[in-house]
């Protein structure tokens, strides 16, 4: 990058927050997903003002600009793809604060999810998006990809819970949107647009989450099954009674193998399927809840149920499926781990699709997931070296794609189009659904300097591409 | 300035991945193929201190491996960018702990150091090394240092040094770490090589102890203490004549070589003794002594040996629980609070015999120190090389230390200890508070001194 501009943001930022080292870019051209992009230069903003100025700067020098919470993202959501600068959001981190009588956290982007459950938690509250990296992850990444976890399936995903946002937007001025209210129709929701614009229009600064208050217990069981379809049937079964479980997990049999072999947790390897099953709630209503979910899972064939007794047996049935990602991680270094997503009543239709491409393109595929509400993560367990196999995989990702959308799903479900995604969209959207959102980009930032590259594909993309 | 400024780099486009793997790169042969097991997640930022103290990615596990993994494909040059990243690394191993896919972290850590010190010709450095390998591996090298320490606490000097700051003037982290330096106990006490002493009562083992080259001269006390407890839960206990130092500071400074050789000299040196158990009572030591199995694994004749020695290997603490209870004789006064070594904890996974044995000291009050597992920045001679990113990650330490009122603080590595006794000097609060080895604290409790 040109040594005036660097002198330019040095203006705005203290010298020891900009990084222009080999080894700080290289360290900021990675997330957890897949591609290398290096960064001509990396900055740690410390308010809203110095983001503000930089997007100032940037939009007269048209530099691109990409926010990077802590970069789990598993869809390049952070990823430089078009050099510029990266803004590491991790020092805006010192705004926690829980509003007991209103029920709302107004948080900082830098602030892990982990550390808003806990202070949450800590007076009776409860923020449910639970992410699997939300120990680690941040809120501002959370918010812009609109993350969710298996708690999605009872409470909804992160857009549920955000009602007020203060952001930068990609021409530099800093605005307010929604506000501390549950109840707000003033103008467009705003709010809603950039929650899960996966950073493309707007860059936030601080948010105002809504809180509920904190189920007072939980009850889990695990059932198993022979046939993948029984599964799903059970999971139909349960959400048709009129319980509505905090999370229903599904693992497949290639899922179950791995995890045995790695880590030994009792789980039968002949099963074809097994879901993870917990209800929240008044213990006494939870009591009676799990009983009959117990009953359906044995009336739909069942090949055995096991309820936890103590908190010690609950963490057991959740160590299954914790261990699902080191298990798999084993069988080879690359991971893709996809999303897609399908109305929950095609979820046997899904797997079944699923197997097809496994045994077509000969790849260890491996599928778990929020069953409970038709997202799915069939992951592929590859080396990225071996490129004649990469080649497979590129073909075997457009299939799952694909099929999530043939059964009227959608391609991602909580990871986000990102890089990877993006040439599918046009199948989802269709031409002009596309151009409607291309429209909204363009009249947020008209130089495309906030976060190019992610969401809309490249002129004539159509395929993924990974070597 | 109105005339746009344009954009003068290219933006890099990633390199085919087939074009960059370079073979005859060393650091590739040793780590490559380990780096490519980090599946980049970022469970490991949080467990990292020195993530937490520096806020950015190149000092947390995740950027570091990626670092490695960059020099090993030639992207980016060892000693220009590699070096410090890796310097900085505590080495604590909390990432591995924390990795859900098991990314041998510490042993990319020793190949990129092993890589980078070939490359250093600094003057520091030369005298660093000349240090690790003239004196820490020889006992009456390092004996002599511990007498000449002793000599300068029992006659005065020590208190001439303190009155004219001397120290102060020189290097403040050497007056810092001076000021904490245990009362070294009389030559006299301390246990010659090769002797046998019994155990009181029945016998129920026969250990050999890991005398450690810096306990040996400088805690020598802790030493001989550690001793009478093995004697007293009914350990017969030899000290192996020909051991020596266990190679970890070699091993941590990239000089991997002269880690080997030592570890070969203490394999055959404790073979010889025909003990059940191998008996250390520091956490860094013991770690290594308990991954010689990876040291020498590619070493044919000394495999399987390192494998036994490892199996055999055993923090003082495990075996305390394994053969006691120890016969306490007194009531303690005063809340302990327990520091963990890292490498006591990561590595060799033992963390709860510790708080078992100071939880059963009659009278004890037990605080579980808020933050215990996250490295105290300690790290070999870490404080040393970097005070202050050290004292950083130490000062807040403390201030946990502070809230779980303790008056006696507890750890499990000499490093560790003496880390924490500057800590307890820095918060002005010396004359309350004690910084104890855990040897110190039982054996107090059994009524020996």
Redesign the interface.
């Known amino acids: 990058m040109e040594a005036a501009i660097v002198k330019k943001i040095e203006q705005i930022v203290s010298a020891n927050r900009i990084m222009t080292g080999l080894e700080d870019l290289y360290s900021y051209s990675y997330d957890a997903s897949f591609g290398e992009y290096l960064p001509e230069l990396a900055v740690q903003p410390e308010n809203a003002h110095e983001i503000s100025q930089i997007m100032k700067l940037a939009n007269k020098y048209k530099i691109p600009v990409y926010p990077r919470g802590s970069a789990t993202s598993l869809s390049g959501g952070p990823l430089p793809v078009e050099g510029g600068i990266v803004l590491d959001m991790t020092r805006m981190n010192n705004k926690l604060i829980i509003d007991r009588e209103n029920l709302l956290a107004i948080v900082s982007p830098g602030i892990t999810t982990g550390e808003i459950h806990r202070k949450a938690e800590e007076v009776g509250l409860f923020y449910p998006p639970d992410p699997s990296s939300s120990k680690i992850s941040t809120i501002g990444g959370n918010l812009l990809e609109n993350s969710s976890g298996p708690k999605g399936l009872k409470y909804g995903t992160t857009k549920e819970y955000v009602i007020g946002l203060e952001v930068v937007t990609p021409e530099g001025e800093i605005v307010r949107t929604g506000g501390k209210t549950v109840k707000n129709v003033t103008g467009y929701d705003l709010t809603r647009l950039i929650v899960g614009s996966e950073g493309t229009l707007a860059i936030v600064t601080e948010a105002t989450l809504r809180l509920i208050p904190k189920p007072k217990a939980q009850k889990t069981l695990l059932a198993t099954f022979s046939r993948l379809v029984d599964s799903g049937y059970a999971i139909t079964k349960i959400l048709s009674s009129g319980i509505l479980p905090a999370a229903m997990e599904l693992m497949d049999n290639p899922c179950i193998r791995a995890v045995e072999n790695f880590s030994p947790c009792g789980l039968p390897i002949d099963a074809e399927a097994l879901i993870i099953i917990e209800v929240d709630g008044h213990p006494l209503a939870i009591q009676e809840e799990i009983e009959k979910c117990e009953e359906l899972c044995w009336q739909v064939g069942a090949t055995s149920v096991r309820t936890a007794k103590t908190d010690q047996e609950r963490d057991d049935i959740w160590k299954a499926r914790r261990m699902v990602s080191p298990a798999i991680t084993q069988m080879g270094p690359t991971k893709i781990s996809e999303d897609a997503t399908v109305p929950r009543s095609q979820i046997p239709a899904m797997m079944e699709k699923l197997n097809h491409i496994r045994k077509k393109y000969d790849l260890n595929l491996v599928v778990f997931g929020h069953a409970g509400d038709g997202n799915l993560h069939p992951n592929i367990i590859t080396d990225k070296r071996n490129i004649e196999e990469m080649k497979r995989v590129e073909n075997a990702v457009s299939e799952i794609f694909e099929a999530a959308i043939s059964l009227g799903g959608t391609l991602s479900g909580e990871h986000g189009i990102g890089t990877l995604k993006a040439p599918y969209m046009e199948m989802e959207l269709g031409e002009a659904g596309l151009d409607l959102m291309k429209k909204v980009k363009e009249a947020w930032d008209p130089h495309h300097i906030l976060n190019p590259g992610k969401i809309f594909p490249k002129a004539g993309q159509t395929k993924v591409v990974l070597v | 300035?109105n005339a746009?400024?344009?954009?003068?780099?290219?933006?890099?486009?990633?390199q085919p991945?087939?074009l960059v793997?370079k073979k005859g790169n060393r650091l590739y042969e040793l780590a490559y193929e380990a780096t490519?097991?980090c599946?980049?997640?970022?469970?490991c930022?949080?467990a990292c201190p020195t993530y937490e103290s520096m806020?950015?990615?190149?000092a947390?596990p995740r950027?570091r491996i990626?670092?490695v993994k960059?020099a090993a494909e030639g992207?980016?040059?060892i000693s220009?960018?590699?070096a410090?990243?890796i310097d900085l690394c505590l080495g604590c191993r909390a990432c591995e702990t924390a990795c859900?896919?098991?990314v041998p972290y510490g042993h990319i850590l020793e190949s990129a150091k092993e890589v980078i010190a070939d490359e250093q010709t600094n003057q520091n450095d030369k005298l660093k090394k000349l240090i690790l390998k003239q004196v820490f591996p020889y006992p009456k090298r390092m004996r002599m240092l511990g007498n000449l320490t002793w000599v300068y606490q029992k006659s005065g000097l020590k208190t001439i040094v303190k009155k004219t700051k001397l120290l102060h003037k020189i290097s403040e982290p050497m007056a810092q770490f001076e000021s904490v330096l245990p009362e070294i106990e009389s030559p006299v006490k301390r246990a010659k090589l090769g002797t046998i002493i019994p155990a009181k009562g029945v016998k129920k083992a026969r250990v050999a102890f890991f005398t450690g080259c810096i306990s040996d001269a400088l805690l020598n006390r802790t030493n001989r203490l550690t001793i009478e407890l093995l004697t007293l839960v009914g350990c017969e206990v030899i000290i192996p004549k020909s051991q020596n130092c266990c190679g970890a500071l070699h091993a941590h400074q990239g000089m991997t070589e002269n880690a080997r050789e030592l570890a070969k000299q203490n394999i055959a040196a404790f073979e010889e003794t025909k003990a059940d158990y191998y008996i250390n009572n520091a956490g860094g030591c013991g770690a290594l002594l308990k991954e010689y199995d990876h040291l020498l694994e590619k070493e044919e004749e000394w495999a399987e040996r390192a494998k036994n020695f490892s199996h055999a290997s055993k923090d003082i603490s495990e075996v305390l629980v394994e053969f006691g209870p120890l016969p306490f004789q007194k009531e303690w006064d005063g809340v302990i609070t327990y520091q963990d070594s890292c490498h006591l904890r990561n590595v060799q996974g033992v963390h709860r015999e510790p708080r078992k044995l100071l939880q059963s000291i009659p009278g004890a009050r037990f605080v579980e120190l808020p933050g215990s597992d996250s490295c105290c920045a300690s790290g070999g001679i870490y404080n040393l090389l970097h005070f202050e990113e050290s004292m950083k990650i130490l000062d807040r330490k403390m201030e946990h230390v502070e809230k779980t009122n303790a008056t006696t603080v507890v750890t499990t590595n000499p490093g560790c200890l003496l880390q924490m006794r500057v800590g307890i000097e820095r918060q002005g609060c010396s004359s309350q508070v004690q910084g104890v080895h855990l040897v110190d604290v039982l054996a107090d409790a059994c009524g020996i001194s």
């Open positions: 300035m746009p400024l344009k954009r003068t780099e290219p933006c890099p486009t990633p991945l087939s793997p490519n097991q599946i980049q997640c970022g469970y930022l949080p806020g950015k990615e190149s947390s950027g990626n670092l960059m992207k980016i040059d220009k960018h590699l410090e990243p859900p896919v098991s």
